[in-house]
């Protein structure tokens, strides 16, 4: 299972875009990015997957560059709701896969 | 989307007794759940995985007799804490997971996991 990396925590401000980058080097060929974002005392709940380039939907984009080695979570226009726990996860086509969660980014939104 | 619950949302109980929590997938089903704890502040972390119709499968360092899984059918997965010590006090969280494909030409098989909304124990 390829490890990730992610900043621990991010600030920024109502209205603003965020970008957050999560690190896996060591992907494989298999493999696919899944985002997830947590509230307290809640489950979490899935944003966004992707296995090479961009994908958009309704609450946010994911850009993979073609060596697919990081990634790039983008929540346009954030709101105070949005502060949340953001965890960047890497899973396999295998139907043996589980995910492993890493630390995550604590993003905090101000008004 | 689809709908994974758990009961009972909170619990409090007494050191020693068991505790059993229940995890369904209320629209699909499910061959495979996970079962994973979070302590404050902490991230998810994976106790076991839990098949249908088999035993469960304990991550490293996760006491099988400490924590009995029963995956008895396709909607639901248990997971009693035998025993609950206040160590035990904990966010106990279940997934369900499902496989797809996106389209006929692109035979890769996605995973998505759905996640309840889990359970805060709380062992006095």
């Known amino acids: 299972l390829a490890k990730t990396t992610q900043p621990i925590s991010m600030d920024s401000y109502e209205g603003q875009e965020v970008n957050i980058t999560c690190s896996h080097n060591?992907?494989?060929?298999?493999?696919?990015i899944t985002w997830y974002q947590q509230f307290p005392s809640q489950g979490p709940r899935f944003i966004i997957q992707?296995?090479?380039t961009k994908v958009t939907n309704e609450v946010a984009s994911l850009f993979i560059p073609a060596d697919r080695k990081s990634s790039t979570l983008s929540l346009p226009r954030v709101s105070l709701s949005d502060t949340a726990v953001y965890y960047c996860?890497?899973?396999?086509?295998?139907?043996?896969?589980?995910?492993?969660f890493g630390s995550g980014t604590r993003l905090s939104i101000r008004p | 989307g689809a709908v994974v619950s758990q009961h009972p949302s909170w619990v409090i109980c007494k050191s020693g007794t068991s505790v059993k929590i229940e995890c369904r997938s209320l629209?699909?089903?499910?061959?495979?759940m996970f079962w994973y704890r979070q302590f404050p502040k902490q991230s998810l972390m994976l106790m076991a995985t839990?098949?249908?119709?088999?035993?469960?499968?304990?991550e490293q360092g996760v006491e099988k007799d400490k924590f009995l899984i029963n995956h008895a059918s396709l909607t639901l997965s248990t997971l009693t804490v035998t025993s609950a010590h206040p160590e035990d006090s904990s966010f106990y969280i279940c997934?369900?997971?499902?496989?797809?494909?996106?389209?006929?030409?692109?035979?890769?098989?996605?995973?998505?996991?759905?996640f309840g909304p889990g359970t805060r124990l709380t062992v006095l």
């Open positions: 060591n992907i494989a060929t298999n493999d696919y």
């Open positions: 839990s098949n249908e119709g088999s035993k469960a499968t304990y």
């Open positions: 996860l890497v899973g396999s086509y295998s139907s043996a896969s589980k995910i492993i």
């Open positions: 629209d699909f089903q499910a061959t495979t």
């Open positions: 992707g296995y090479k």
């Open positions: 997934s369900a997971r499902v496989k797809f494909t996106l389209s006929p030409t692109d035979s890769r098989i996605y995973n998505e996991q759905f």
